[in-house]
């Protein structure tokens, strides 16, 4: 391997909403990608590989992993409130990486935020829809909390993990009451 190729180390862990994959590079976390079963692990993964160029090792004991496993395991165990992980940005630019950005700093556990607003709280508040399309486009769900963002009449939007993954998340944050069964 060229030393100056690019290692992703990647693994897949069990989570209160299934099966997450955790990517990460020196830099930081990279990729979070729901529902993580072979399939849909391997579409993530190429599209790790074809954005940066990496080379991907499996490699659950990874050092890089250790710190987001354990704090996703807090965060469903509901023990963490807030991510304080290295991301690496890399996977989003531009529009879509200041709103994403604005969206991790910007709107806490607990809460929630219209798509209108965040798009106003970046400068664009005609923007509602490129918002929508940065959280579809979010590489790092979860810690970016896209699943936070929610119709301005109080419908809960769309989510890449699906609605109902979104509705979990939202419960384990107190929004949304807990399914009664």
């Known amino acids: 391997m060229e030393s100056n190729e690019q290692v992703v180390e990647w693994s897949v862990v069990p989570s209160d909403i299934g ?40 490699a659950p004991d990874s050092p890089l992993l250790a710190e987001p496993v354990r704090q996703f395991a ?11 992980l290295a991301l690496d940005w890399s996977l989003s630019s531009g529009f879509h990486r200041e709103v994403l950005r604005e969206l991790a700093s910007g709107v806490p556990y607990g809460t929630v935020v219209g798509y209108g607003d965040l798009a106003s709280r970046v ?17 790092l769900p979860v810690v970016v909390p896209c699943h936070r963002v929610v119709e301005s009449g109080g419908g809960l939007g769309g989510f890449g993990g699906g609605v109902e993954t979104k509705r979990q998340l939202l419960a384990l944050e107190g929004i949304l009451p807990q399914p009664l069964f």
């Open 19 to 58: 099966p997450l994959l955790l990517a990460a590079t020196r830099a930081g976390l990279v990729t979070v990608a729901f529902h993580a079963r072979p399939a849909v692990r391997d579409k993530a993964l190429g599209q790790v590989r074809t954005r940066l160029g990496a080379e991907l090792v499996e």
């Open 74 to 84: 807090a965060y469903f165990a509901g023990d963490l409130r807030e991510f304080s």
């Open 123 to 139: 400068g664009q508040p005609g923007a509602a829809q490129a918002v929508g399309a940065a959280m579809g486009s979010n590489p």
